[in-house]
């Protein structure tokens, strides 16, 4: 395992004149460091970036899409090595972590499949006016410490697709397999096509601040969310915004509870809960509530929490220091409050660890129901009426995604519409596509990544207005 990985800049290998530190989140220790980047060398990329653009933008896309999927190829061929750093930055155990890496590479190729459309709006006598959708320069991506390489590669594939290049930042607490995949990649696309740069809380409002770029493409929270759209605005910058949310999942009585309740608990659980879609509020039907709440203790007692790199433990730790104390906060908080916890296994003593842990019933209100926690903890909350029940699940600032379970399919649609999110999922959870838009509503987002709709996130689109001979 490499102990430091270089930034990617102008196709060449870049260290920085300081670093930040990287932790295993299964032991808190340090093992790696990763470069800061200073003004300068934001400066250089940006730069870099800059030149490469022409050049990229009338490359063909066949061309473009076999570097994706050259690309694609090139991470496949050192999933094994990306895993195993995964595993000790990320924390999440083999299996996952390996499905991210292999996830990654398939969503590039898949991407590459996308076609740029021209719009014919008018095709009369005198003339035919064809809407294209060209690039917009230089790409600004941002990206979150949860799935740290997938992410990244929805933010890549469609802007080098579309003709863009890019300066990316991964998070710092996660940058290793990201400065890794960059390094992987200088040899696939042409120098400064795409540039990948680390450093601290100081580097993401310097880059969103930068004039040189076109567009901020942006994973994290909503409150991060905000201050990006603040700086972008003073220039104009194009902006996606994929942010937070605190998705309901809705149970019905018809349910066999045996047979969903280890998907619910997974939709909640995976990546010991640091998804943006899992399932935050579980809001299940009176009739099976108490039966639904055991099996669910029940999963949280036997399913294994530990060291990701160890083989068998189906759930990591807390990704990072900062996290681990909020969640914990949240959790001793609804304990003071006399609100019921139901603890999962218990964990290892050091580390980021916290037991998967349920709250029976808490009141509407309280923090554990209307807070992102994005850790192991969560609210199981009753229901006997279908109004009462989506006025609750809709009355969040949040709609990024949500679910229902029933064995009555047509009901359980009928409340998928109702739902005020951007991705509903009947009988199963977390599931995203590469052709299909995910797109928070509210403030979970503002623009949509994935499919075509994502891809043209990264284009602007250009009439041409062209006379027929008289
Ligand atoms: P975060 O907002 O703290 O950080 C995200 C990224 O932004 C990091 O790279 C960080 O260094 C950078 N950053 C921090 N401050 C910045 C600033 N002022 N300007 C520019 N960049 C800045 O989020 P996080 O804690 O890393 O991730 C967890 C959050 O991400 C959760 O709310 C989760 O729901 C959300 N998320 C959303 C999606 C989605 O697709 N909607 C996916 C994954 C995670």
């Known amino acids: ?83 195993q750093l995964f595993v000790a930055e990320q924390g999440r155990p083999i299996l996952g972590a390996r499905m991210e890496i292999l996830g990654a590479a398939m969503w590039l190729k898949a991407t590459a499949m996308l076609d740029l459309p021209v719009d014919v709006t008018e095709d009369s006598a005198t003339r035919r006016i064809e809407v294209h959708h060209v690039p917009l320069g230089v790409v600004c991506g941002i990206v979150p410490w949860n799935f740290p390489v997938l992410l990244a590669i929805w933010k890549i594939g469609p802007a080098l697709l579309a003709g863009n290049t890019m300066v990316l930042k991964p998070s710092p607490f996660t940058p290793l397999c990201t400065l890794r995949i960059g390094e992987l990649l200088r040899d696939v696309f042409p120098a400064g ?15 969103t601040a930068h004039p040189g770029f076109a567009k901020i493409s942006f994973t994290g929270s909503t409150a991060t969310g905000k201050r990006v759209m603040e700086s972008a605005a003073k220039d104009l910058k194009r902006i996606t915004l994929e942010l937070g949310g605190n998705d309901a999942a809705i149970v019905l009585p018809d349910v066999d509870v045996d047979a969903v309740a280890e998907q619910i608990f997974e939709g909640a659980f995976h990546n010991t809960a640091q998804v943006c879609v899992a399932t935050k509020r579980l809001y299940i039907h009176s009739d099976i509530y108490d039966a639904m709440r055991e099996r669910l203790h029940a999963l949280a007692q036997g399913l294994p929490v530990g060291d990701g790199s160890q083989q068998g433990n189906r759930y990591g730790p807390v990704q990072n220091e900062p996290q681990y104390r909020r969640v914990r906060a949240l959790i001793e908080e609804a304990r003071a409050e006399g609100l019921t916890l139901l603890e999962g296994a218990p964990v290892p003593d050091k580390g980021y660890f916290i037991p998967l842990t349920l709250v029976d019933n808490p009141p509407e209100d309280s923090r554990v129901v ?101």
């Open 1 to 83: 395992m490499p102990e430091q990985c270089t930034m990617t800049i102008d196709g060449g290998g870049v260290l920085g004149q300081t670093f930040l530190e990287v932790r295993n989140p299964a032991t808190g220790a340090v093992f790696a460091q990763a470069p800061e980047a200073d003004p300068a060398q934001l400066e250089a990329a940006v730069e870099a970036a800059t030149r490469a653009f022409p050049g990229w933008r009338d490359t063909s896309i066949n061309l473009r899409k076999k570097a994706l999927v050259k690309a694609a190829e090139t991470i496949e061929a050192h999933a094994d090595e990306l895993t």
């Open 370 to 470: 209307t807070e992102e926690a994005f850790g192991p903890v969560l609210p199981l909350l009753k229901f006997d009426d279908i109004d009462d029940v989506i006025a609750r699940a809709n009355a969040t600032e949040y709609g990024l995604a949500g679910a229902v379970w029933a064995a009555d399919i047509e009901a359980a649609t009928a409340i998928a519409h109702r739902l005020d999110t951007g991705t509903i999922w009947i009988n199963q959870n977390l599931q995203s596509t590469p052709f299909t838009p995910l797109a928070g509503a509210k403030q979970s987002g503002f623009g949509q990544e994935n499919g075509v709709p994502g891809l043209l996130e990264f284009t602007r689109p250009k009439a041409i207005f062209i006379p027929k001979a008289a």
């Open 193 to 207: 096509v795409l540039n990948v740069i680390s450093g601290g809380d100081a580097l993401g409002p310097l880059m």
